[in-house]
């Protein structure tokens, strides 16, 4: 099959990558996207494997990233769409390099390990966003990243789509008529090949039954408070105070009917980010909103706010309110989203669009975790480590949480200016990851959905709908136990990237003894 006519193959897969993701839900094609595109960059050029990688990752990122224009336009969503897919781009020109005679699984797996490794420091802290991890909640494939992370999740599907294409292509051959019909001697392989590729990929699909996925530990009640907005987009705070009485009465009505319902009263609630649409710390009538739902829920609370520091700039914070005390803590959002909450290069991009002057003001990055102390009915501690918003997106930092001792995570986000979109759904898919991955309980709060309480085990507890107000209760357990994935932390990608780049340099030897013994005289 010529180069052109397998331009058709990275098109159909990236399409097809698209529809693994939640709002789609059909995480087993995620493979078969997989081996199109090791089908289309396999016994090419590399400049061919170059565009082929890069028509692939259009046709994923631009559906799969399509709430990145919901209010801000075409140009965003573009911009977005085509920095990732160059990504894939160069992952198709180094996997025509490193199968220029057959589809090697192996070099497919690291290669998209790899790949989502770059993609998510580069550039200004990379978007690790819509990994092919997080298109596996559901699958029995998740589970392996209590081994070794969401790195080890996508390293399978990889792999398994790896020995699909592998399949593919002997089977084809096998099928194809011969070159030669007719000709003696003319035989065409035999089915052993795609037989025992197609069994190893259906063995990478099950190495998830496997391992354990243990829920057990002591447990806390947990409350989440989904409180909404006034109106969908960006000025979705565009009523001072309209979002914190929201969240102020929903939480109160809330432990009311938890009450009347004879359930105990929650041990702890969170709020989600941008739950107080004014900075509390330096409006008493917002204090005061957040006094009166302590009152009612004994309980502390941990409130999402902006804050009016450090001047000139602004904070996207945690902070924990308890009974009778007031503020005891808080956490700064260590990664602003770029050209969202912070412009990087401002006088760069003004020469490009002087749009980038509609954020007039950087949003402040916070410098360390913190995990908060919260006092348990059982006379132990919660100790809750936060996630603000894309935070949750980034190994490292979820990481940083449970190494300090969280035995709850806690993601606050605000999807507001998303609309009716699916990225909160995306969003609620890598906590779940995160769940499995270090072995415990999320509260997963949205100001407007979709919300959740999820177990150790990626479980969804009382998922809600966009757009409405809503208090989640649960007991949760709490555990404190590592995960081997928690102790490994970023050595599982490190070894992917070794070993690509050790394929490259034995690559690059057998190219040049190839050219050495051409250049010999005969």
Not at 105 to 117: I, S
Not at 253 to 275: C, I, L, S
Not at 282 to 295: E, G
Not at 402 to 422: H, I, P, S
Request: glycine share 10%; net charge positive.
């Amino acid at each position: 099959m010529g180069p052109v006519r397998r331009l058709p193959l990275a098109l159909v897969g990236g399409a097809l990558l698209s529809l693994a993701f939640p709002g789609y839900g059909l995480w087993w094609v995620a493979p078969l996207a997989v081996s199109l595109l090791a089908l289309a960059t396999t016994e090419v050029r590399a400049r061919v494997g170059l565009v082929h990688g890069l028509v692939f990752g259009l046709a994923f990122f631009v559906p799969t990233l399509s709430w990145s224009g919901s209010y801000l336009g075409v140009v965003p969503w573009a911009g977005l769409a085509v920095s990732q897919a160059a990504f894939l781009g160069v992952l198709g020109w180094g996997s025509a390099i490193l199968q220029r005679h057959a589809i090697r699984p192996l070099v497919v797996g690291l290669a998209w390990v790899a790949q989502e490794a770059l993609r998510d420091r580069i550039p200004y802290g990379g978007f690790p966003w819509v990994r092919l991890a997080f298109s596996q909640a559901d699958s029995p494939l998740a589970h392996v990243a209590a081994v070794a992370g969401a790195p080890a999740v996508t390293f399978l599907v990889a792999l398994c789509g790896g020995f699909l294409g592998y399949a593919a292509r002997a089977a084809y051959r096998v099928i194809r008529p011969a070159r030669s019909e007719g000709v003696a001697g003319t035989q065409r392989p035999g089915l052993r090949q795609p037989v025992t590729a197609a069994l190893a990929a259906v063995v990478c699909a099950l190495v998830g039954f496997a391992v354990p996925l243990p829920v057990e530990g002591p447990t806390a009640r947990i409350m989440a408070v989904q409180g909404n907005v006034p109106r969908p987009g960006l000025d979705f705070n565009a009523e001072r105070r309209a979002v914190l009485d929201n969240h102020v009465e929903v939480t109160v009505t809330g432990v009311t009917r938890e009450r009347e319902a004879g359930h105990p009263d929650p041990e702890f609630v969170v709020w989600p980010e941008n739950a107080s649409d004014i900075d509390p710390t330096r409006n008493p009538d917002a204090a005061q909103a957040i006094d009166r739902a302590l009152s009612v829920a004994k309980a502390p609370i941990l409130v999402g706010g902006l804050l009016e520091e450090p001047a000139p700039h602004f904070s996207n914070v945690s902070l924990l309110y308890r009974p009778g005390e007031g503020l005891v803590g808080r956490y700064v959002k260590q990664h602003p989203v770029p050209f969202a909450e912070y412009i990087p290069d401002r006088s760069f991009w003004r020469l490009v669009s002087t749009q980038v002057d509609l954020l007039r003001t950087d949003m402040w990055a916070g410098d360390r975790p913190v995990v908060f102390r919260v006092p348990a009915r059982s006379g132990g501690e919660i100790l809750a480590g936060p996630s603000i918003c894309f935070e949750v997106a980034y190994d490292e930092l979820v990481r940083a949480n449970v190494v300090q001792g969280a035995t709850l995570l806690v993601v606050q986000t605000n999807n507001a200016t998303f609309g009716f979109t699916n990225e909160s759904v995306q969003q609620l898919a890598i906590s779940r990851i995160r769940a499995i991955e270090h072995g415990r309980s999320v509260a997963h709060v949205s100001t407007v959905g979709v919300s959740a309480l999820i177990l150790p085990d990626g479980t969804l507890l009382h998922p809600t709908t966009l757009f409405t107000p809503a208090a989640l209760a649960a007991d949760l357990p709490l555990r404190s136990d590592l995960t081997l994935a928690s102790r490994l932390g970023a050595w599982p990608e490190y070894c992917a990237v070794l070993g690509l780049l050790m394929m490259f340099a034995l690559a690059a030897g057998s190219t040049r003894r190839a050219r050495q013994r051409k250049d010999q005289p005969r």
